[in-house]
C-alpha cells in the first residue's frame, strides 16, 4: 500500500520536531515523491547524515509502502 503526502510529512515532522517539510507526488501515484526538508538540526552535519535522518524518520518505509524519494536538506537561512 502506498504512502500518502501527508502521511510522510508527519514522519518526517515528528522525529524532527521543528522542521519545515514540503512534500510532491511527481508521479500521482502516490509511490514517487520529492521531499525538501529544511531543519535546524543538521548544521554541522554531511549531506549524507541529514538524509539517514529523513529515512530514519520513515521508520522502514522506503523501499516498500514508499517506493522512491528526491530527497533535499537543508539548513534555515538566518
Do not use: W
Not at 509511490?31 to 524518520?57: C, P, S, W
Not at 522506503?62 to 538566518?78: C, E, I, N, V, Y
Amino acid at each position: 500500500m502506498a504512502m500518502s503526502a501527508h502521511e510522510i510529512e508527519t514522519m518526517i515532522k515528528d522525529a524532527l520536531p521543528g522542521a519545515e517539510v514540503t512534500i510532491q507526488d511527481l508521479r500521482g501515484d502516490g509511490d514517487h515523491y520529492a521531499a525538501h526538508v529544511i531543519y535546524e538540526g543538521f548544521k554541522g552535519l554531511t549531506r549524507i547524515k541529514q538524509h539517514q535522518m529523513v529515512y530514519n524518520a520513515l521508520k522502514g518505509n522506503m523501499g516498500g509502502a514508499l517506493h522512491a524519494l528526491a530527497l533535499q536538506t537543508s539548513t534555515p537561512k538566518d
